[in-house]
């Protein structure tokens, strides 16, 4: 990476922290805030496609399974950037009310910068 892209990452990993904040607060409008529309998953060997956010949030709260309350970031780190687009490799956990981890999981995310905003394009990622 060369400092060129440092503006590219920052962006990424802004977008990786209105998510996850998002997320946790389940403020819906930030969770959409952070994708871009359609969005793209690539998991269990199927590819699924969010053409709205009302749909992708729906889907979320189901996949998260009984019980989950708040997820983390583990580690993000970039695998390769450019001015538009950057990869991470990204490690996170599931927590349930009390506490304990209900998984640990892997994914590679997508940012990118369209028509002047940067969100998450697509993902493939090894959580059910």
Not at 32 to 40: K, Q
Not at 78 to 90: G, Q, S
């Amino acid at each position: 990476m060369t400092e060129a892209n440092q503006p590219a990452i920052d962006a990424a990993m802004a977008v990786m922290a209105t998510h996850i904040a998002g997320l946790n607060a389940r403020d819906n409008d930030a969770i959409a805030d952070s994708l871009h529309f359609p969005h793209y998953r690539l998991a269990s060997g199927q590819i699924q496609v969010w053409e709205t956010k009302e749909s992708y949030l729906d889907d979320f709260y189901a996949r998260a399974g009984d019980g989950w309350s708040r997820s983390q970031w583990d580690s993000l780190d970039v695998m390769a950037a450019a001015a538009d687009k950057v990869h991470l490799d990204v490690r996170f956990t599931r927590f349930n009310g009390d506490g304990a981890a209900m998984g640990h999981f892997r994914s590679l995310w997508v940012i990118t910068r369209e028509d002047g905003r940067w969100a998450a394009k697509l993902r493939s990622s090894f959580a059910a």
